[in-house]
């Protein structure tokens, strides 16, 4: 069976802003491109990252930064009822922001491991594995 990794927010600004081991992000891309590793995110943590981007102006031209985005090796996990009570499950005990109970409850599904650098996630480490950026 192929890694899974999942792209939390930070990872993906931090890609984006060339900081925080940016480069173990793209070889998490190149390895997804050439079929090694499956990369996934949660469509909540998708929209996270334009509106953080978008609010930001962390990009010059947006509109070529989300199309070349959404052609990134990257599937989008959708949320369905089940997924968004086991968010809010982990959020009922667990200080983290709803977006990041997403990817924690996404890694859980998918049974992958959460690419981050947040610092909220260490909350989570007995439970869900964390590669760190």
């Known amino acids: ?7 939390d927010s ?11 081991n940016y480069k173990f992000v793209l070889d998490l891309i190149k390895e997804a491109e050439q079929g090694k590793a499956r990369l996934i ?3 909540i943590n998708a929209g996270e990252v334009y509106y953080i981007i978008k609010k930001n102006n ?13 052609m990134l090796p990257i599937e989008f996990i ?3 009822f ?13 200080a983290l922001s709803f977006a990041d109970c997403f990817a924690a ?3 859980r599904k998918e049974n992958a491991a959460i690419v981050t650098g947040d610092p909220e996630f ?6 869900i594995t964390i590669l760190w950026i």
């Open 1 to 7: 069976m192929k890694k899974q990794n999942l792209l």
């Open 10 to 20: 930070y990872a993906v600004l931090a890609f984006l802003k060339k900081e925080n």
């Open 41 to 43: 995110m949660s469509q």
């Open 58 to 70: 962390l990009t010059e031209d947006f509109d070529k930064f989300w199309k070349t985005f959404l």
């Open 78 to 80: 959708g949320v369905d």
């Open 82 to 94: 089940h997924l968004i009570i086991e968010a809010a499950k982990i959020k009922s005990s667990h």
């Open 105 to 107: 409850a996404t890694a």
């Open 122 to 127: 260490k909350r989570l480490e007995k439970n």
